[in-house]
């Protein structure tokens, strides 16, 4: 029987605890398919070094060459040495992150542990670890992920470095630096800013400010200037600003590139956070006042580690949800420091109610797509001094009625004479449905939602064996490169693979691809990307179907033609003797 009372039976439930939501990562970890975009694109780099070698550099082999080799490959390495254990399998190509999103459990605990207690540690690394948007990326065969663990690490060890004041802990969360350099371009010196305006803004006198600094700069360096010095000579011609120029580090904060500019701009990242962290963010921005409120000399390294991050990816006009990962673990360790505070009875009844209010608000807010497009509209309109459509209102209608509900409960909680002991199980009620909405998310939503039918594709041209394969699409996919074993981009000689981009008309397409399609052989197969031929638009297979052609296979994303057998005999009939 556990004993409550003992703090060692506590840590370890908190063990078990957390080494069961670990494990979760890899439920159901081999679902299909492969993402369309970075996932993919890394599995094929991946692939490329078991076939060609390119340790250091995978740019003869990528897909776009430069675009996708000038990423870190330390990743890259990783998964070719998973192909190499399990095969090449959607599994295998998740594997690492899988490991490294378990492990950043961990060391979150380590972090709230080292500055306050293992109760915090807990409750930041269960809040982190149970957000379906971070457990989705940590089930995602890309950087991001294996990034955030080294970012953590790296900030662990500069906190014991300043706990216990022996440089092997500096030398550690450099190298842990280093490797997060070596995980995605420049990312990891945002540590050493946070790091450097930390001991800047709380120096005292008992040693150089420097000292620290240098031994983790100089690890950092030591782990990623090969690589890094590497691809400038080799794909820059030594010129210093090589990796610089090629990443778009000043297109993607000046103009965006990609077409990840957001609507929202500055608002963006803010939005996002009541959209994804739904259940912590309102309490970590108590936690963030609380810190500076009390001089909180360590956990200000935390609150400087998220400002650096958030500055800098907000002023950047280029915008992707998932660069708000690395701001997860500071916000969620200070919204753990404010749960422990409530528990402890250091926040007022008010601001506790008012916070719990608002939690319940922003995880409606995040819980349904149309109703923030709705009230974003509502908006629009108030601006505008317009009256919203009716259908508009009573499809809103919903979302006014919860909410009220929610505001109701509040106050009432509020008004009960017992809320104290409500302010001991208030983790519990922030954690329990985070823990309901990620396993949804792992049961049910990774299983079904991203299913493409690339794999079915892969295996219904195998079936096939046609000599020649149309695809048509905007731009390059490399989800159908890995499935096709590197077909479209040279790695195989015996299917010819062509690409063609449709014009940006829609009216046009039908006849577009029946001209293209006009002179194929009869086994050719016309595969059409149906999210890709019109940039942001889906389309369907009856609106696309080229002449003489008939649908012979339809998943989500592709659609396949090939030339009906009569009409093969009548063009055969049709050609002019030799």
């Known amino acids: 029987m556990l004993d409550f009372s003992s703090p060692r039976q506590i840590k370890r439930v ?23 975009w970075d996932e993919a694109l890394y599995a094929v780099r991946s692939v490329g070094i078991l076939q060609f070698g390119g340790i250091f550099d995978q740019t003869s082999f990528s897909i776009g060459g430069l675009y996708s080799s000038l990423h870190p490959p330390l990743y890259v390495w990783l998964t070719s040495v998973s192909f190499l254990v399990f095969g090449v399998t959607e599994f295998a190509a998740r594997f690492f992150s899988a490991v490294f999103g378990g492990l950043t459990l961990m060391v979150i605990y380590k972090i709230g542990k080292e500055i306050h207690s293992s109760k915090v540690g807990f409750i930041a690394a269960m809040l982190f670890g149970l957000n379906p948007f971070v457990s989705f990326y940590a089930r995602q065969g890309q950087f991001d992920t294996t990034l955030v663990f080294f970012l953590s690490l790296s900030v662990l060890y500069l906190l014991r470095y300043e706990s216990r004041g022996k440089l092997s802990f500096a030398l550690v969360g450099g190298l842990a630096i280093g490797a997060a350099l070596m995980t995605k371009l420049f990312v990891g010196c945002g540590i050493l800013l946070a790091y450097f305006f930390w001991k800047a803004a709380t120096h005292e006198d008992k040693e150089p400010l420097w000292k620290p600094i240098f031994v ?10 090969p690589w890094y010095v590497y691809m400038t000579i080799a794909r820059g011609s030594g010129n210093p600003l090589f990796l610089l120029d090629a990443s778009a580090v000043i297109e993607r904060s000046v103009a965006g590139v990609e077409g990840n500019v957001k609507p929202l701009e500055v608002f963006y990242y803010v939005n996002q956070f009541f959209v994804l962290f739904p259940l912590g963010v309102i309490w970590f921005i108590l936690g963030f006042h609380r810190v500076f409120k009390n001089r909180d000399h360590a956990w200000i390294l935390l ?17 992707l949800a998932v660069y708000l990962l690395p701001m997860l673990v500071p916000a969620s360790l200070l919204a753990a420091y404010s749960l ?8 007022s009844k008010m601001i506790t109610a008012i916070s719990l209010a608002i939690t319940g608000i922003a995880f409606l807010w995040s819980s349904n797509q149309s109703w923030r497009d709705l009230t974003k509209a509502f908006a629009v309109d108030l601006f505008h001094v317009r009256v919203p459509a009716g259908s508009e209102i009573i499809a809103y209608l919903p979302f006014l009625v919860i909410l009220c509900c929610v505001v109701f409960i509040s106050y009432a909680l509020y008004r009960k004479e017992d809320y104290v002991r409500l302010n001991l199980f208030m983790p519990s009620i922030i954690l329990v449905p985070a823990f309901v909405t990620c396993f949804y998310s792992i049961a049910a939503v990774d299983q079904f939602e991203y299913k493409d039918g690339a794999r079915d594709l892969a295996d219904f041209i195998a079936e096939r064996q046609p000599a020649l394969l149309l695809v048509a699409g905007f731009d390059r996919n490399p989800q159908l490169t890995f499935y096709l074993d590197g077909a479209d981009i040279g790695w195989r000689d015996d299917v010819e693979v062509r690409r063609l981009k449709p014009p940006t008309e829609r009216s046009q397409l039908r006849g577009w691809l029946s001209q293209q399609a006009r002179d194929l052989p009869s ?5 059409v ?18 002449s003489d052609f008939s649908l012979v296979f339809e998943s989500r994303r592709y659609a396949v033609f090939q030339r009906t057998p009569l009409s093969g005999l009548a063009q055969l009939m049709r050609r002019p003797p030799p």
């Open 523 to 527: 086994d050719a197969l016309v595969i």
């Open 14 to 36: 908190y063990a078990l605890a957390l080494f069961g939501v670990a494990l979760s990562r890899f439920l159901n970890l081999g679902f299909l398919d492969l993402q369309a």
């Open 340 to 347: 422990v505070a409530v528990g402890n009875g250091l926040v």
């Open 529 to 546: 990307e149906k999210d890709k031929f019109i940039r942001y638009e889906w389309v369907t297979a009856a609106e696309l179907i080229p």
């Open 303 to 319: 609150a400087i580690w998220f400002a650096v991050f958030f500055v800098v990816f907000t002023l950047m006009r280029t915008k």
């Open 216 to 225: 983790s700069l100089s690890m950092a360096l030591l782990v990623c200037a």
